[in-house]
């Protein structure tokens, strides 16, 4: 194959004041991954996929890594956590010390009123079963099944605890039934009013969370990333009736803003929330997303400039609000505020 032909007019237009869609840094929100493991490279890159924005920061790295963000005028991060040590019961994300806390806690310090901190709250970076609620037997005895109700209990504690540690917002992700209203009261109830709630509402599932989970998983369950099957809590691809109704429940249970992810394939979804929901919305580009963009430009097949631009302002065409991605940092270089 020959050189890939560049839409030159896609860069050079979206410089011009002819545009009617606008995206702004202020739009775009960084994910940082960091990890209380030793080595502190990702797993991606160690299979040769080399995607480093989706590479582990240690913990003393993370003043450094946020200033770099900070710098490029972005203003707002996600952390995920990677903790040391997993258990049954996740107890890892409870620390007062854990991994998130203490980046929050550093940010917030180092950065207060510079950069908006979301921590990603779940259990699945913390337990044993890469799931993102609790298990217990099912009634039939023929297995696990996911336990809603007591993975709720948890998810309060977790993102209160985070809320303590200085989290502007909290993201809970585990798509379990009813932890937007409880995480709202829990937060209430420990003085923390004014910690907004992120909701990743409308989470589908997704091959396209691969490369994220070879990165946030330990080896324990690295062998199995790519078949376990969230379906039972995710939203399916053809349920968008689903999709809107989980939106509209967190809404009333108190979220301050809604995401739906993956975020190109849904863009469907966006707009048609935009138009009939007067609500914050972020979409997030997850870390499938950024890998086939990385592997096809990788192979000549397409031009990494301006799909990343070109993909990204799709996004906030179709309605978003906000944009978590992994190309944040390189799409910044291109906007002028
Ligand atoms: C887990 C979580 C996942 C992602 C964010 N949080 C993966 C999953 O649901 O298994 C995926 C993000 C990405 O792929 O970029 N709660
Ligand atoms: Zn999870």
Do not use: I
């Given at each position: 194959m020959g050189k890939v032909q560049t839409a030159g007019s896609v860069l050079d237009c979206y410089t011009q004041?002819?545009?009617s869609v606008r995206l702004q840094k202020k739009d775009l929100i960084f994910p940082i991954f960091v990890s209380e493991q030793r080595g502190g490279f990702s797993l991606s890159e160690r299979n040769g996929i080399g995607m480093p924005s989706l590479a582990k920061i240690a913990p003393k790295d993370v003043i450094q890594h946020v200033q770099k963000i900070v710098d490029q005028g972005i203003s707002s991060v996600i952390i995920f956590g990677i903790p040391n040590k997993r258990d049954v019961s996740a107890s890892s994300a409870l620390y007062s010390d854990g991994v998130v806390q203490n980046s929050t806690r550093k940010i917030k310090k180092e950065f207060e009123g510079l950069v908006n901190i979301i921590t990603d709250v779940c259990i699945c970076q913390y337990n044993l079963s890469g799931h993102c609620g609790l298990q217990t037997r099912s009634h039939k005895g023929t297995g696990r099944i996911i336990d809603n109700d007591s993975t709720l209990a948890l998810l309060s504690k977790i993102a209160t605890s985070y809320a303590e540690s200085g989290a502007d917002f909290v993201a809970p992700?585990?798509?379990?039934?009813g932890q937007v209203i409880q995480i709202r009261s829990a937060l209430d109830s420990r003085?923390?009013?004014?910690?907004?709630i992120m909701a990743f509402s409308a989470k589908h599932a997704s091959s396209l969370y691969s490369p994220f989970r070879m990165t946030a998983y330990t080896k324990h369950i690295n062998n199995y990333y790519t078949i376990i099957d969230k379906s039972s809590y995710q939203v399916g691809y053809a349920n968008p009736r689903q999709a809107i109704r989980e939106i509209q429940a967190d809404i009333q249970e108190g979220a301050d803003m809604i995401v739906i992810k993956p975020s190109l394939a849904y863009l469907d979804m966006v707009s048609m929330i935009r138009d009939s929901i007067d609500f914050p919305l972020v979409v997030q580009n997850v870390s499938g997303e950024y890998a086939m963009i990385k592997a096809a430009a990788r192979n000549g097949w397409i031009d990494e400039e301006e799909w990343k631009v070109n993909s990204i302002v799709a996004m906030k065409r179709a309605g978003a609000h906000g944009i978590i991605s992994y190309f944040t940092m390189d799409i910044a270089k291109y906007l002028d505020d």
């Open positions: 004041l002819c545009r992700s585990s798509m379990m039934d003085g923390f009013k004014d910690t907004k």
